[in-house]
């Protein structure tokens, strides 16, 4: 997590949680807890990037959690002052403006939008975006530094085995059952009474907006399908043409601004949209989603095809990386030949327990190169598909070992060997750059240190 990232979180949390604080004449509200080369830390710089913590990892608040938080901000302006030295790190002007756009964008997804930051924060987003310029700047240098310190190291086989070692037999954690697994989706069709039936609805609402009955944020407050958007009315704010469904898109990139689009339909079912800005390929825009009702659907098309598939592979009259690309509904898996792998980490081997009942009900009983009959299952996205499963691998319950965990004590040691590189390396920078801490920091270490003796 990085410094800005916490302090961004500290003034969301600040804005949406609702704090008094009591002054009192002996009361200090904050102080000077730091000097790093010619800057100072405050008090409430790591007070916030201490709640960031806390937010994001579940963690209880500890005063060594807060002693370790002022080391890594101190670490973090050691590597800026030393990034700024080295000549071949260049931070260019373009970088600083794409990191800021993307952050505060980030804080008016978690607010409602930019009125309504602009609104809680009594500046505009222009003045929010100089306000956090030089440290957005401050962090992308920090890093260029860091990573060019760590880009070239490696966890080879033996620092593998030696972090395996470190750790008792007896204490060797217990990996549950893992599988690798491919799939071919076919979503069910829709019928056209479902189809009317969404139409109806959402031409109803577009007709009310289009008269005045009422705003499209008020309708798609009260009638939109999108989770994501319906509470912010709809509201979508910097969002990449390129990581819209192409259908959605194509509209999106032909619609004037602030004129209510025709109804058009995609993968996840009606919609009409309203384009509010746009810069370059990146766009703000409200939309109303009318699903499909998916109780009148019909699912024999696809449990169909999904056997025709199924006995073309058996028979070895094609393979079934090929017919995932060619005819599974889900682009993800398609573009990887129809591999399942976790969204959060791209890992391929996953765990049982994990996948939900839908697909432990498939997988059970299958064989490694087994595929099953087509069976229901929920997609990462939430809508209801069927498919056809190959299990490619089983990982049944074991202890942690080389030969079945491999990458993922690799990793473990990679970070490990990463950690004891930067803390070394961390110790030289110091020795050139003036460090000295005062109030808090300083009242912290003395009491550290009389409790030791």
Known sequence: ?????????????????????????????????AVVGSDIILASDVDGFVL?????????YTQDLWD??????????????????????????????????????QMARRMGGEARLEALYGKSVLELKDEFREEIRNQALSEQMRNQKLRNVRATPSDVEAWLSQIPPDSLPTMPDM????????????????????????????DTVLAGGATMEEMA??????PGSAPNGGLYEDMALSDLVPEFAAVAARSPIGVYSPIFETQFGLHFLRINARRGDRIDYNHI???????????????????????????????????????????????????????????????????????????????????SEPREVTLQDGRRAYHIVRL???????????????????????????????????KQLKETVYIEL????????????????
């Open 179 to 206: 599988v690798r697994i491919s799939h071919i989706v076919a979503l069910p069709e829709i019928t056209d009474d479902a189809r009317e039936e969404a139409m109806e609805i959402l031409s109803t609402i577009r």
């Open 52 to 60: 960031g913590i806390m937010n994001q990892q579940k963690m209880p």
């Open 438 to 453: 005062r109030g808090r920091a300083l009242r912290n270490t003395t009491a550290a240190n009389t409790s030791t003796n």
């Open 289 to 371: 989603l009318i699903e499909f009702d998916e109780s009148d659907s019909d699912a024999e098309p696809a449990i169909e095809l999904l056997s025709t598939l199924r006995d073309s592979i058996l028979a070895g009259k094609a393979t079934f990386e090929k017919l995932a690309r060619e005819f599974s509904d889900e682009e993800a898996s398609r573009s990887r030949a129809g591999a399942v792998i976790d969204p959060n980490t791209g890992e391929k081997i996953l765990f049982v327990e994990a996948l939900g009942p839908m697909w432990q009900a498939t997988l059970a009983g299958l064989e490694e190169g087994d595929i």
């Open 68 to 105: 370790r938080a002022l080391q890594q901000i101190i670490d973090e302006q050691v590597l800026v002052i030393h990034a700024k030295r080295d000549t071949n790190i260049v931070v260019g002007d373009q970088q600083v403006e794409q990191m800021l756009d993307s952050r505060v964008s």
């Open 392 to 426: 490619e691998e089983r990982i049944p319950e074991h202890t942690v070992s080389l030969e079945t965990d491999y990458a993922l004590i690799e990793r473990r040691a990679l970070q490990d060997k990463q950690d004891r590189i930067m803390r070394e390396w961390m």
């Open 221 to 226: 407050e009260l009638f939109s399908d999108d």
């Open 1 to 33: 997590m990085t410094i800005t990232s916490c302090r961004l979180i500290l003034l969301v949390s600040l804005v949406l949680t609702p704090m008094v604080v009591h002054a009192q004449d002996d009361t200090v509200l904050d102080e000077i807890v």
